[in-house]
């Protein structure tokens, strides 16, 4: 069984950074691309940052491009985000997803596996 585990958010004022990290259990964590989404209340689930399995291709959505870093270390199943120069409409909840395959993909229904998300607050 494939286990998703969130941490680092909190609350951070506008400009400030937060690392957000994820622990993966269950498979063998090399093989599989991962991803960062962010659900604001209210809002659909929207895709933030992806991540190809050997970690040599990463994607990001528009909004976040040049403020966030994905990363990921395989010989210790982790994937982290790196968020820095938050802005107020980053507040969402958080969540670490694993895909089917290897490539790294902004497309929500290629992910089978996904963590219980940790809540990101940028206050103003």
């Known amino acids: 069984q494939v286990q998703l585990v969130e941490s680092g958010g909190g609350l951070v004022q506008a400009g400030g950074s937060l690392r957000l990290s994820c622990l993966a259990s269950g498979r063998t964590f090399s093989r599989y691309a991962m991803g960062w989404f962010r659900q604001a209340p209210g809002k659909e689930r929207e895709f933030v940052a992806t991540?190809?399995?050997?970690?040599?291709?990463?994607y990001y959505a528009d909004s976040v491009k040049g403020r966030f870093t994905i990363s990921r270390d395989n010989a210790k199943n982790m994937v982290y985000l790196q968020m820095d120069s938050l802005k107020p409409e980053d507040t969402a909840v958080y969540y670490c997803a694993q895909s089917s395959g290897s490539p790294g993909t902004y497309f929500r229904g290629a992910y089978n596996y996904w963590g219980q998300g940790t809540q990101v607050t940028v206050s103003s």
């Open positions: 991540i190809s399995s050997g970690g040599s291709n990463t």
